[in-house]
């Protein structure tokens, strides 16, 4: 055991001599985006952007919307391309959003700021930082832009939060004929907006989002190690504590636990600069690594656990603490959202998948909390409490979808419910099953798209609209 750890040493610092080198020798899944990107967050999908359309204007999309019903030409709307799944690909009208974004206005009284579809989650951050404002929640990763965030369900961490398309009062969107149109938390008729808040780009294009913000306020993070079986033991009670989230590592029973509470401490951090680049530094040559010798990977994540087997205590800003300070590897994603009651079975069931399939999983599998809402296509509608938990590796393509397409069927024996921007294995059946509101939306996403100029062949596939 000592020998092979070592090995795993060595490999880690000849490693890091090629991560230093990647920019002159760059790894061919290193992704460098551009904007608009070329291809996804970890390279597997390619857009085809011969017929891309990049509007400055309101105006402009609705003239591109237009275009494309009087044609029945399809369209799809590419924002950041993140996306590990393949809402945004089309081989007709593109539709970039890159270009299209701000601040358009602020009601301090009712605590409301409008943005364009397009600004991304960083940006939005800086603005209302700005403004001495923050947003109630923000996911780990703020690459994405705030309308694809949204409308793929983004979520943070915390039992008493909910999923981002809460936070949102009204959009303001083009519809399928081209015709602006407004939905709000107000309207009499709440339907429309239900169904906007996580649409998937198949009711519209939207192009401004008013949400509810509050007060810039700061966190503080706490990070502890356990044994894996720790954390399970005691998961119901580390779900109720504030903004909590854990990391996984099934190789080694290792967790990481996070949690962050409201706070008037002065900013800062005892993991100092040196600890937290090493920490990164280890995590990213570790993933890596393993992608070319996988039969390692679970000395390669010792090593890495090693790196966070530190009690540590973090205070800045909240979107500083939402994401993470490190640098943290490139990887693919998929989740599964089940009754928060349901969890720690779950949790174990996917161990002993992990152990009896031989996966080779090169990064924490994460777990977070959600509070339930009424978002139809939400994988919390209609549930108190949920947990999510994102499965996450940086693989070949067949070993990513063996690892999350068998999770995905273990899920639907636990009333799983899935990511829209993650890697998919479902179909309308699947769908139908765990969505209530799926012969609803179906229904609405008819009107506000007669032509179907909104769907493409992964959507049809995966909801049978056609």
């Not at 760059?26 to 460098?32: A, G, H, S």
């Not at 809402?87 to 358009?104: E, K, N, R, W």
């Not at 780990?140 to 409308?151: C, H, L, R």
């Not at 309207?187 to 913000?213: C, N, W, Y």
């Amino acid at each position: 055991m000592r020998w092979s750890r070592c090995l795993s040493a060595s490999v880690v610092c000849a490693a890091a001599v090629l991560w230093a080198l990647r920019n002159y020798y760059p790894f061919p899944w290193v992704v460098r985006t551009r904007e608009p990107p070329p291809i996804n967050s970890d390279g597997s999908i390619t857009y085809n952007l011969q017929n891309l359309y990049t509007p400055f204007t309101e105006d402009q999309i609705v003239e591109c919307v237009q275009m494309a019903y009087r044609s029945g030409r399809k369209l799809r709307v590419l924002a950041s391309g993140h996306s590990w799944s393949e809402i945004a690909q089309t081989d007709d009208i593109m539709l970039s959003t890159m270009s299209y974004t701000g601040l358009v206005g602020l009601d301090r009284e009712k605590m409301l700021v409008t943005v364009r579809a397009g600004t991304k989650l960083s940006d939005l951050n800086a603005i209302l930082d700005r403004e001495g404002l923050a947003m109630v929640t923000m996911p780990t990763i703020t690459d994405q832009s705030i309308a694809g965030a949204i409308s793929t369900g983004t979520h943070g961490a915390g039992i008493t939060a909910k999923n981002m398309a809460s936070l949102v009062y009204k959009f303001k969107f083009v519809s399928g004929t081209g015709e602006v149109m407004i939905a709000s938390e107000d309207d009499k008729d709440p339907s429309l907006f239900r169904a906007m808040q996580i649409s998937i780009g198949m009711l519209g294009v939207i192009t401004e989002m008013t949400l509810h913000v509050e007060k810039a306020y700061r966190l503080e993070e706490r990070r502890t190690f356990h044994t894996l079986d720790y954390c399970l033991d005691h998961l119901h009670q580390i779900a109720y504590e504030p903004a909590s989230k854990i990391w996984l590592d099934f190789h080694n029973d290792f967790c990481v636990h996070f949690t962050t509470r409201r706070t008037d401490n002065p900013i800062g951090s005892d993991a100092g600069y040196v600890r937290t680049a090493l920490t990164s530094l280890a995590f990213n040559m570790a993933t890596y690594t393993s992608y070319i010798l996988p039969s390692i990977t679970p000395h390669l994540m010792w090593l890495v656990d090693l790196c966070y087997s530190v009690n540590m205590t973090r205070t800045d800003v909240s979107y500083n603490v939402f994401v993470d300070n490190m640098e943290l590897p490139i990887h693919s994603g998929s989740e599964v959202s089940v009754p928060v009651q349901d969890s720690t079975t779950f949790i174990r069931a996917v161990r002993e998948l992990v152990h009896k399939g031989d996966f080779m999983l090169n990064w924490y599998q994460e777990i977070r909390f959600v509070a339930g809402d009424e978002v139809w296509l939400s994988p919390q509608y209609n549930r108190s409490e949920t947990c999510a938990i994102s499965l996450n590796v940086l693989a070949t393509r067949d070993n990513e979808d063996k690892y999350y397409g068998t999770v995905h069927a273990l899920g639907q024996g636990f009333n799983g419910r899935v990511h829209w921007g993650k890697y998919l294995y479902w179909g309308p059946e699947n769908v139908r099953q765990a969505y209530g509101k799926y012969d609803s939306f179906a229904e609405l996403r008819k009107k506000m798209d007669p032509k179907n100029i909104f769907m493409n062949t992964f959507l049809e596939k995966l909801f049978g609209f056609v």
